[in-house]
């Protein structure tokens, strides 16, 4: 890195994206900010698959509980989340509403069940526009032995 400014911010449901944040975090010595809509989700699978579902087929874009502050002080933003749905979780699309990223690097690391990234490519270049969106890592849920290495292949060459 040349002295950039950088956030890791993250939205986890299980924790897997949690992980490779605060690896990230650790990593790059970046700050760390959980992303959290206000109201939390059910903890129930079910009940929170279907909130997320009549959530993603409205727009309905859920209040944050929190929001970076200044996010203008970064230059560098790595944006982790799970695929829900096929698509971002609504409290992403929150998040870049609520931040504008122009001018500002987006790293998106995504981790999923199996079924890839979806929309989340087209959601992201929607949502945050001015941004400059790089080549996200994506990584299968459960490869979780494998993640921190790939994590750091990645930054050796988004670094190098």
Do not use: C
């Amino acid at each position: 890195m040349t002295g950039a400014k950088t956030l890791v911010a993250y939205l986890t449901r299980s924790g897997n994206t949690r992980v490779i944040a605060e690896t990230l975090q650790r990593q790059l010595g970046a700050d760390l900010f959980e992303i959290r809509p206000a109201r939390p989700y059910p903890a129930d699978y079910e009940q929170h698959v279907a909130q997320a579902t009549r959530e993603r087929d409205s727009g309905f874009e859920p209040p944050l509980a929190a929001r970076v502050d200044n996010i203008a002080r970064y230059d560098e933003i790595y944006l982790g989340f799970p695929i829900w749905g096929a698509t971002t979780p609504p409290p992403i699309r929150s998040f870049l509403k609520a931040h504008d990223l122009g001018g500002r690097t987006l790293r998106p690391f995504i981790t999923h069940g199996g079924y890839g990234v979806g929309e989340a490519p087209s959601v992201l270049a929607s949502h945050a526009p001015a941004a400059r969106i790089e080549n996200a890592l994506v990584l299968e849920a459960d490869q979780e032995r494998r993640t921190l290495n790939q994590v750091r292949d990645w930054l050796g060459r988004l670094q190098a």
